[in-house]
């Protein structure tokens, strides 16, 4: 068995290969690029095949990762701060280089493999719905960041216009602001006009339109307060560029839940993840990303619980003892089981059983819902290797 270190960085990657003793076999650099990993692979193959050799590195998502686990390599993930920690067992100086950093992952991975997760790649179709669902919670970052920013600019010129029609995060908001970004403006527009623009923006019926209509025009009909000459010339332009920005965003998150929606339609756990209760349209691609096509990927259903942050974590010293949240998990996988676990506590009468008892006993909002999260998460550990559907009875 031989052993690969990889300290990787942008342009270059610095390899060691270590043997069975320990002894080093080889130090060397590559370019970051297809002959470089074909160059490494070379030199890697003279000293063993890729089902006789074990390789550390501190990254999961890589060019060279992918080259190297389609060649069959054993590749396991170093957290850099475990690295560091092997590092003190060579050196108790603080000198450091990318020759020796090799050196240590490669040893760590000789003596500590178990220690390590390793990288299974996921199936295309998971991998598909990883990309976009995480680009998706991205944008719905960017929406919320310009969307407060909107709303913090109007309330220092046109605190009403956020009431107009329920949100600014809606065709009719955006198309009525951007055409009457003042008060003054938007006090000039008829009910008849408004009634029209909630019918093409917002494809509302003629009678809901009218509705809103109506509650609109009697909003701006109220006294306002009314901003200073200077404030209401300034705010409007910087207004009409961030809805310009809300608009983009909102016609890119409808496009991506239309391509995230067909991958997840093909997704081989759908079924099962949809009957989940707490599990909608929007967190079973969450799921299905994080997670993969195969739950076995998981050596057993603790480390399932520490990947995805449910499972807390205790400190123990002589007679103090403390438990935590624990902090390093896949937060995409904990954020959607967080959400589920919101709607679960409304719907599944176990879910709510478990988070009244636990919140009766003195835990936290919080630690109840992480309860309720860890059941989930159990719970469909076990449709997803059973294969079969979940049942309330």
Not at 63 to 82: H, S
Not at 151 to 164: C, D, E, I, N, Q
Not at 198 to 213: D, F, N
Request: aromatic share 6%; hydrophobic share 40%.
């Amino acid at each position: 068995m031989n052993f690969v270190g990889i300290d990787w960085a942008d342009q270059t990657h610095r390899l060691c290969i270590l043997g069975d003793e320990g002894q080093r076999l080889e130090s060397f650099e590559i370019a970051h690029g297809r002959k470089g990993f074909e160059a490494a692979h070379s030199r890697i193959a003279r000293h063993g095949t890729p089902d006789a050799t074990r390789i550390a590195i501190e990254t999961k998502d890589s060019l060279l990762v992918d080259f190297l686990v389609e060649l069959g390599y054993a590749l396991y993930f170093v957290n850099p701060k475990q690295t560091d920690r092997f590092r003190d067992r060579h050196r108790m100086s603080r000198s450091k280089s990318d020759a020796f950093d090799a050196f240590v992952l490669a040893d760590a991975v000789r003596t500590d493999h178990q220690l390590f997760n390793a990288l299974s790649p996921l199936d295309e179709t998971s991998l598909q719905l990883r990309v976009l669902t995480r680009s998706r919670e991205g944008l719905v970052g960017r929406k919320v960041a310009v969307h407060n920013e909107i709303t913090s600019h109007l309330k220092r010129y046109f605190p009403v216009a956020s009431g107009l029609f329920g949100g600014l995060d809606n065709a009719a908001a955006i198309a009525f602001l951007l055409q009457y970004p003042t008060l003054e403006q938007a006090k000039t527009v008829s009910q008849a006009r408004i009634t029209a623009l909630l019918i093409k923006e917002a494809r509302v019926t003629p009678a809901i339109a009218v509705r809103h209509a109506t509650r609109a025009r009697a909003l701006l009909s109220e006294p306002q307060a009314a901003a200073s000459s200077s404030v209401t010339r300034a705010y409007p332009v910087a207004v009409q560029s961030l809805l310009r920005q809300l608009k983009s965003i909102l016609a890119e998150l409808e496009a991506l839940d239309r391509e995230i929606a067909s991958i997840y339609d093909h997704h081989p756990n759908k079924e099962l993840l949809q009957s989940l209760p707490g599990v909608a349209e929007t967190l079973g691609p969450v799921l299905a990303a994080e997670l993969g096509t195969d739950v076995t990927r998981f050596v057993n259903l603790r480390g399932l619980k520490a990947f995805a942050g449910t499972s807390p974590v205790t400190v123990q010293s002589g007679k103090h003892r403390s438990v935590h949240i624990r902090r390093a998990c896949n937060q995409h996988l904990r954020q959607a089981l967080h959400m589920a676990s919101l709607v679960a506590v409304r719907i599944a009468p176990w879910a709510r059983e478990l988070f009244d008892r636990l919140r009766n006993e003195g835990k936290t909002y919080g630690r109840a819902l992480r309860a309720v999260g860890e059941q989930l998460l159990e719970i469909l550990y076990v449709l997803l290797t059973r294969r079969t559907r979940y049942d309330e009875g």
